[in-house]
């Protein structure tokens, strides 16, 4: 869809709130720096500015005390990298059949597509990506021990300091520019994901060299005495330490907000936490009752509390919209022994909301967002509008005054904001594994479907505002609203 006739829609007036900018590169400093921090794996239900008790983070909580709780906000999908490629491309994911990718994945976004980065660039602002990438690097058979092409430099970002997949996959190395990071040309990488090198420990034969064990997979190559998925050796110099990633990172995007802030800047800074394997540093280590998982989250919430202090140290803070958010819903036992089961308690990490990563459910896809921009959204506030992190793209377009299409991410420049009440009409969700269901006003469809095993699963059909839990399905009550919904989903798969 066109910005441009989004634009007329009523986004024009808080164009006006950046002084008219227009996307004019001349006028530079009255654009807002733009800093989107996505969480990896963390629920609604993780913080307690979103309702959790049996863990405090105080970093988080303060964003959503100077700025917009969005109530109703969510990712496209319920796992990681279909939720990532949504949010930095505005399209619906399944529409290019994208899905968890192995650590040597090719880039699932390919150059000539429309992007998050390339959008603000075309407005004049400096672009960054900092931490888990999990795109895909690369056409295929990436050579690791060369310069990476394409990587995120080559689809919007001007400057990139990532890990390549996941902290559980391989290679367990950082990759800048395309590069990987302090890697020695005498101890070359070589990653397989069908095959392990000759003579190389994996956690599978040689399960006296783990200090973390796994509960499912995890049981190949060893970095940091924890076992990955696939295969990788050489490149020790470059390994990096888990218990140190939280710090790297951190410093990474500080840097780059203070090397960049004389001039418009987008920063993606993608935390790690509280993915697996999940190893907090010893200042976080035992700090949280519910265990390593919760280590990991106050450890997410110390770096998102530093580097909010450090707008403020460069008094950035005012002219800054930082949004925070997660990537899918939360997952407790996720392939490694850390007790996150055991030791979780009272806690919820879902909210009150059924399901989990993966699921179609809204506990999968519901996650924490908030939006701040001091002076220009009401401290403190909530929004129950319906909300997506693929209108990123084209709402901070309107908001810019940039004209730029992309497939499926609508203009909610007002309802991300806190101006409007309204937000989308309708929302179209996956899980893993399974069809598309669709979410409109305060019904949530699941349409029936055929698992790769050729069974049928019966439609669902849930009243959110009776029923947030999702316990009672409606379908056989309302076939005719099943029908519908089924229909407007199958309009929306098959629209251009």
């Known amino acids: 869809m066109k910005n441009t006739d989004l634009l007329r829609l009523g986004a024009l007036p808080l164009a006006a709130l950046i002084a008219g900018c227009g996307g004019n590169a001349k ?27 049996e863990i405090q983070t105080p970093g988080i909580d303060r964003l959503a005390r100077e700025g917009l709780r969005q109530m109703n906000g969510h990712c496209t999908s319920a796992t ?32 000539d597509m429309p992007t998050f980065p390339k959008m603000l660039k075309q407005a004049g602002y400096a672009t960054g990506v900092v931490g888990k990438w999990h795109l895909g690097l690369g056409n295929g058979n990436v050579n690791w021990n060369e310069p990476i092409t394409p990587s995120p430099n080559q689809i919007g970002f001007d400057y990139s300091y990532i890990m390549a997949a996941t902290n559980d996959r391989v290679p367990t190395v950082y990759v800048k520019n395309g590069r990987v990071v302090n890697l020695d040309p005498n101890d070359p990488i070589e990653v397989s994901y069908k095959h392990n090198f000759p003579g190389e420990p994996t956690g599978k034969d040689n399960p006296e060299l783990l200090r973390m064990h796994p509960s ?29 990633m939280y710090k790297v990172f951190l410093d990474e995007a500080k840097e780059y907000v203070k090397a960049h802030q004389q001039q418009p800047f987008f920063l ?7 993915h697996v394997p999940r190893l907090p540093n010893a200042m976080f280590a035992g700090k949280s009752k519910l265990g390593p998982r919760g280590d990991v989250i106050l450890e997410a919430d110390y770096c998102v509390s530093e580097f909010l202090n450090y707008l403020d140290e460069l008094n950035l803070t005012e002219n800054t919209i930082v949004i925070f958010t997660s990537d899918n819903g939360p997952v407790l ?27 179609p459910y809204e506990g999968g896809a519901r996650i924490p967002m908030i939006v701040r921009w001091p002076g220009k959204i009401e401290a403190g506030t909530t929004s129950d509008a319906l909300i997506c992190q693929v209108d990123f793209c084209p709402s901070f377009a309107a908001l810019l005054n940039t004209s730029y299409e992309v497939k499926d991410g609508e203009n909610q ?15 179209v969700l996956e899980g893993y594994g399974i069809d598309l269901w669709l979410k409109e006003g305060d019904w949530a469809c699941i349409p029936e479907y055929t698992t790769r095993r050729g069974e049928i699963v019966e439609a669902r059909l849930y009243n959110l505002k009776e029923d947030i839990a999702q316990q009672h399905n409606l379908a056989s009550e309302y076939p005719e609203k099943v029908r519908e919904m089924t229909e407007k989903l199958q309009s929306i798969k098959a629209r251009n």
């Open 27 to 53: 006028k530079t400093e009255k654009l807002p720096n733009i800093v989107v921090i996505m969480a990896d794996d963390l629920g609604y239900g993780d913080i307690s500015c979103y309702g959790a008790t």
């Open 80 to 111: 990681s990298t279909p939720s990532r490629f949504a949010m930095l491309t505005g399209m619906y994911p399944w529409r290019v059949g994208a899905a968890i990718l192995p650590g040597d994945a090719p880039m699932l976004i390919k150059e």
């Open 216 to 244: 499912l997979g995890h049981n190949m190559s060893i970095t940091n005495g924890i076992p990955r998925i696939g295969y990788m050796k050489g490149g020790k110099s470059a390994l990096w330490v888990d218990e140190e």
């Open 268 to 274: 993606y800074y993608a935390l790690h936490q509280p």
């Open 333 to 359: 036992d996720d392939g490694y022994q850390d007790m996150a089961e055991e030791m979780n308690g009272n806690h919820k990490p879902a909210g009150p909301f059924r399901g989990w990563k993966c699921d």
């Open 413 to 427: 420049i007002d309802a991300l904001l806190g101006k409007s009440p309204e937000g989308r009409k309708n929302l």
